[in-house]
Structure formats: C-alpha cells, structure tokens
C-alpha cells in the first residue's frame, strides 16, 4: 500500500508577519484559495492513496492546527515530535510506525508547504515512481526541470554515463548544495542538473536498512519505542526518548551514503514558495502586477506589490511600488520587495 | 460668569480611515498624547471657566463619547443635536439655554478638534477677550498671526483706518473665505489679514440680538423649546423643532451681518488639524522626519512619513517615502502625503 508522510513541524521565519512560529506557512492559506498548503497537500494526493494512509509529522505545538485542517486524517496518524531534530528522526519514527502495521508499506515523503500546479502529471509521476521503489532497494527523488538559474534551490545532478530507467528515471551522481549564480547559470547550460524537491519515494525495508546501516543511534531509539506505538503510552514515551536522537537531516543521516538513489525529472509546475518573491510569481496579478490575498484590499494607482492580509482587514493602498504588505495577528509588515531577505531584521525591529 | 461652549458635532472624512462618522477627529487622541482633541480643548479652557460652565454641542449619535470622554460635564450641559443644521441653530440652542441659567453669561464659543500649543498665551488672550465683551454689545473674534500664505484657512480682514483698543484689539473691516495661493500671499504682504480660528466670544444679550435682529427664525424655534429646558421632555421637544430651523453657519447668519465685530490677532500655537500635512507638523518628528502616532510602530529605512495607528498595533514601516499610514477600526490607509486631498476617492473606493 502506498502511504503519505508529510513532514508539518517547520517554523518558517522568511513570510513574517503571514507566517509565525505560532502559526507557520503551511498552516497558512498563503494562495488565498480557501485551502492552506498543508490541505492543498494531501489533496493532489487524493488520488494516489486512501487518506487513512496519510501521515503527519509536526510539532506538539501543532497538534490543534493538525486535527483542525485534516480532520479525516486518523488521530494515530498524527505524530508529534516534542522538539525538533531535523528530518531523520522525524521520518524514522513514522517509518518505524507505518512498519508495524504495514510492512510492505511504499513511502511518499513530502514537504507540507510547496506548491504543484500540475497535479494531473504530478500524480502520474507519483504512481510510476511508487511502482519503481515498491519492490526494490530504491531511493527515488523527485527532479523539477529547472526552469531559470535559481540559486534559493538544492540541485540535483544525474550520474552522465548512468542508465535510463522506465524511459525517464535517471540515476544520481550527487546532490548539490544551493548553488551562486554562476554556478547556477553552467548547471543551466550543461544539463542534467535538477532542482531537489525535497520529495523522497522508498519502501520501508529501505528505508529501515538506510537507517540500520547509516544511522544506528536513531534506529535503536524507534527500536526501543516500537512496543509503545498506537498505545496510551506513546507520547510519553516518545516525549523522552526522542529527544535523545541526533539532530541530522535525512540528506546527511542516509542520501549522501546511498548508491541506489535515483531522481525523476519532472515539470509539474511546483515552488516551493520559499519566498515572498515565489509567492507573488504563483498569485493572480491584477493589471497593474499586484498579487494580493485579501477579499477587503483596494489597489489604486500601485504595481508590483505582494500584499497577504486577513480576509477581514479592509485597506486602500495608493501609490506604492513592488512593495511586500503583509498583515497577521495584528502584525503588519510594509517592506520593498527587493528587500525581502531582510524580513527577519525587520521582525527583530519590532521586538527590539 | 465665563461659559465655555464647544461645538462638537462634526464629522471629518479628510481623516478617513482615522476619523470616521462613528468616531470623528474630535474623539480621538490625534497627537498621540493620551487626550482627544475634545479633552485636550476642555483642558486648556481649565483657568478660565469651572467644569460645570463647559456646554458641549453634539449630534445625538457621539452623546455616548462625550461622556466616557467628559466625565466632569454635567449632562445637563450636554446638548444634542437630532441633526445637523449648520453652527447657527447649534450656538442659538445652546445661548438660550444658559440664558436660563445665567443671563449675565460670557459665552466663548469654540471648535472641539483644533490645538493649541501656547496655552498659557491662549488662556491671557482669552481672559482679555472675555473682560472686551463682557459689558458691552461687541462680538470678538481670534485672528492667529499668519506664519505662511496658508490656503486653507479663512482669513480676518482688519479696518485699516480702526481704532486699537486694549493695545492689541483691532476693528474688522471684513471676513475673506480660503483664498488662492496668490491672493494669500498677497494678504501676507499687505499685512492686518489674520486666520480666522473659529472661536468667538460675546454675552449672553449680544448673542440674542444678533439671532433676533438678523435670523428670526432661529430665535423663534428656541423662545418656543424654552420652557422645555432642563426638564424631561427637552430632548423631545426638540427632537421635534431642532430640524425646522434652516441650515445656516454662523457666519451666514450674524457675522456678515454685524458691525460691532473685533479681532484679537494672538499668536499661541494654533493649528485646525485640518489636514494629514497639518498633523504631520504638530507631531514629534523622528531623525528621519518621521511623524508617528502609534507605539507599536517601527519605521526602517523611511522619512517624511505620518503615522497614526492604534497603540496595540504592531508594524514594521521599511523604505516608505513620505506616505500616510492611517489605521482605525479595522480599515488601513496607506498613500502618498502628496494625494492626500484625495482621501475621499480612496475611502469610496474601499466601499465601491
């Protein structure tokens, strides 16, 4: 059976004041659809697996934000780390989990606040990529065919003398870090380089070897916490042996030790929408190039702005250019654009 | 005795969305000082008349803010106005009802939304004021000593040939509406043209000849309500005649009617508040020249702005240039300081 794990704990910090520790991005119906990226998540899964297949990994603090957004999702499904230690624990506990009801479990790992806009092909590319790791010791990530030399994205380069698998499935050589410009533009020009996703497919018994082989501290925790699982006694025990885990991104733990990794490139119109400059890129404009979220706000005589507030904040803005207005929990934020990856000074600003 | 009579009923839109008809300029505390401007006139008035001499003229709909705001009034002295008819019915009404009281009455009669900076100035120029008419059939007006060809103001016209009476009273040759740039400057040079506050003091007897000699019909209306005053069936009473009294200034009604008319050029700090760009040179203005009303607010990186949101709101104000950010109740302005005649449009267009 095919199983969703979305990972829900981030904090993001770069959409303050949209987006707080108390109320992070993918809590957030940041595309002012009516659905917030968390929902808009298992929704393109809808028909790649049953939604009692679908798993949450997030923060205690969450939990109510969970429930509420995915109320068809079962409460055991829903796991809670009581501290944050990167993505390995956090993915060994649901694998580990998911294992003891399912063994033969095939594992879609999948950020909670991206974006897809293709989800007919995304989903295509789902299920073939289920079927190659399903059966065998297989990594599969997702490679987005890039599109301009991006330097906010991991890169994904594809072995050159590699095999083609299922007529598109390419063999890794590495995973590259975000990359300058330069370096971003010779990827570009040379090929074969793919934005990571951050979307891992694998089954459990590779997953559980990964971890037995790489990662032997963390597969002794769920080891230990195993008999506890969908018992009364579970949170408490995972409150105080998780947090003994390293704290190590799965990139590290397993992907940069694993030789059968391999990557799908694919275009299926995704962002991860790390940035109020992506946001704007993915919101309706009006005539003037203003991306705004937010039933209450007039635009007169302004262009280029990104403008997120409630649906209830009424506002007239009037002749400002390619400025980021941004409005929650009675928090407001009015930057220039260009100066968006300064947003966290401007948030110490307040508190200051 | 000395009777302070503030008229209180407007409704400013050119403050909008600060000032709003449930809530208008006059109830709220414009400069930030923790007053409202009706307060703070009540304040300054302090050494010239007791509390229970302080009549407040209002329309029925803010009976409930002057009073949270004026506690010490007495109710009696709070009348309301069922609707608006202009200033002249406004001052008959209140005139013939301290005539039952005291008929020996100073009156000083004065606008609820303007400030004063030179109080202990303002408070000599009116206790002078009050002793020139106290005895005698004359009607004084304060006529501030023009800083700028102010286009905005009204102007007070001195006889050139007058007489000079106390040392520094002078005769009116004339009252001259909001004139244009050239003609203000051409008053500047003249010299003896003064800005007309809109505070005017005369007696008890003066104010009553100058309704019955030049606007009977007003006086009519109050001989009528008379005998209701200070009794249970005032409001009733005049609920019912109020709004038969034609729509008048005061300035329509008697001023241009008048020839014992004076000015009493003064120089304490006045400003009508009138516009976003007056308040901006009231406020304390940041190294940046930055006027901000708000303690919740941070401005980063931006000059020449004003500000006035509520105290809770927090904001982030990044690289804006000489722009209103004008908060209240639910509904955010933010536009340039130089389309500020504009607020209007932007307000209808919040409601279009």
């Not at 998540?41 to 790649?48: E, H, N, P």
């Not at 009801?101 to 092909?121: G, K, M, Q, Y």
Request: aromatic share 10%; glycine share 8%.
């Amino acid at each position: 059976m095919n199983h969703l794990v979305i990972m829900a704990g981030g904090v993001g910090s770069r959409f303050w004041p949209m987006s707080t520790p108390e109320c992070p991005k993918q809590f957030i119906d940041v595309l002012g659809t009516g659905r917030t990226l968390l929902q808009l998540t298992v929704d393109r899964f809808r028909d790649v697996c049953p939604v009692e297949n679908v798993w949450v990994v997030t923060s205690v603090r969450y939990r109510d934000l969970v429930r509420e957004q995915l109320p068809g999702i079962p409460s055991d499904n829903i796991l809670l780390e009581p501290c944050m230690r990167n993505t390995a624990p956090c993915i060994a506990y649901v694998t580990w989990k998911i294992k003891q009801r399912d063994p033969e479990a095939v594992l879609v790992i999948s950020p909670s606040d991206h974006i897809v806009l293709d989800t007919a092909e995304f989903v295509r590319v789902v299920r073939k990529g289920v079927a190659f790791v399903s059966a065998e010791e297989r990594i599969l990530t997702l490679g987005m065919v890039p599109t301009r030399p991006e330097t906010g994205y991991g890169y994904i380069q594809v072995k050159p003398q590699g095999t083609l698998h299922e007529g598109e499935i390419r063999d890794v050589e590495a995973f590259r870090e975000k990359p300058d410009l330069a370096t971003a533009q010779a990827y570009l020009s040379a090929g074969g380089y793919y934005w990571n996703a951050g979307i891992f497919l694998w089954n459990i018994r590779t997953v559980e070897k990964a971890f037995r082989d790489n990662c032997p501290a963390i597969a002794a925790v769920f080891d230990r916490l195993e008999p506890a699982f969908f018992t009364p006694q579970e949170q408490e025990e995972v409150n105080e042996l998780f947090p003994t885990c390293p704290s190590i991104s799965i990139d590290y733990a397993v992907m940069e030790h694993a030789r059968n990794i391999f990557v799908f490139p694919a275009s299926f119109g995704w962002s991860d929408l790390g940035t109020w400059g992506s946001l704007y890129e993915q919101i309706p404009r009006d005539a003037a190039g203003n991306a705004v979220v937010g039933a209450g706000v007039r635009m007169v005589e302004s262009g280029g702005c990104v403008v997120h507030v409630p649906a209830g904040r009424r506002m007239v803005v009037q002749g400002l250019q390619d400025c980021i207005i941004a409005e929650s929990d009675g928090v407001l934020l009015i930057c220039r654009k260009s100066d968006e990856q300064r947003i966290k000074e401007f948030s110490a600003a307040l508190n200051a």
